[in-house]
DNA sequence: AATCTGATTGTTCTT
DNA sequence: AAGAACAATCAGATT
């Protein structure tokens, strides 16, 4: 079993707060974007059903109810989700490297 | 080496 | 078209 010890993650990001970030960033070309998160593939599959146990439920509600049953799960149901994850997880590897490989050719 | 930070991922709904 | 609650992440940057 891996024992990560490393890095304790420690507080959060200097925003003191909950943690609230705004988008607006973008990336450079051929931007080696990262995996999805298990709670992408979660809401995946939970988005619809969720939906359906609350017809006319808001995006707000549905969020939040999915975040709610997101933890709910056992990690034995979170395994496939955090697979699929970590699946995505290597395809990143391959657009990291990708990005290298063109950025060494750009030489520009 | 160990710690931190930021950027990113996708859903749905609203405007 | 883009943003925002919801949660994970985790790889790179920084010390």
New binding site residues.
Partial sequence: MPKE???????????ADGG????????YPN??????????FF??DQ??KV?EDNPG????E???L???K??ALSEKQRAPY?AK??N??KR??DE?AAYAAVSALETD
């Fill in positions: 010890k490393s890095a304790p993650r420690k507080a959060k990001a200097t925003k609230k970030k705004k988008k607006g960033k973008h990336h931007a080696p974007k990262r995996g999805l998160s298990a709670y992408m809401a995946n988005r619809e939906r439920i808001k995006f707000g549905v969020g939040k999915l975040g709610e997101w933890k955090e994850a970590a995505d997880k990143y590897e990291k």
